[in-house]
């Protein structure tokens, strides 16, 4: 079992940046793919970013890379996401996600097992 905490959303102007946290629980953090989503109000939940296990492989959403970086620290059960170069189009609820299989990075939020309660981002233009 793994409890996901995210931190780190609020309100930032367009072109600024903002760094989301996603603290764990448990034991077996170390062996998760982990994984960002976000919802904006009337749209489905997406995949952002995701990296394995071990931090070797990462994995972005089209529109994000190059502003987005997505990183870990397994000794403190911790998950990031740094964003820079913010866009209105970035505003949404971010979601923490654990993935229970280790392997590649799955983009489908079907797989992923453990989810936090979110962090609101809201970029103004």
């Known amino acids: 079992q793994v409890q996901l905490v995210e931190s780190g959303g609020g309100l930032v102007q367009a072109g600024g940046s903002l760094r989301l946290s996603c603290a764990a629980s448990?034991?077996?953090?170390?062996?998760?793919?982990m994984g960002w989503f976000r919802q904006a109000p009337g749209k489905e939940r997406e995949f952002v970013a995701g990296i394995s296990w071990n931090g070797d492989s990462t994995y972005y959403k089209d529109s994000v890379k190059g502003r987005f970086t997505i990183s870990r620290d397994n000794a403190k059960k911790s998950v990031y996401l740094q964003m820079n170069t913010l866009k209105p189009e970035d505003t949404a609820v971010y979601y923490c996600?654990?993935?229970?299989?280790?392997?590649?990075?799955?983009?489908?939020?079907?797989?992923?097992?453990?989810w936090g309660q979110g962090t609101q981002v809201t970029v103004s233009s």
């Open positions: 996600a654990a993935d229970a299989i280790r392997g590649q990075v799955r983009t489908t939020r079907y797989y992923y097992d453990y």
């Open positions: 448990g034991r077996t953090f170390s062996s998760y793919t």
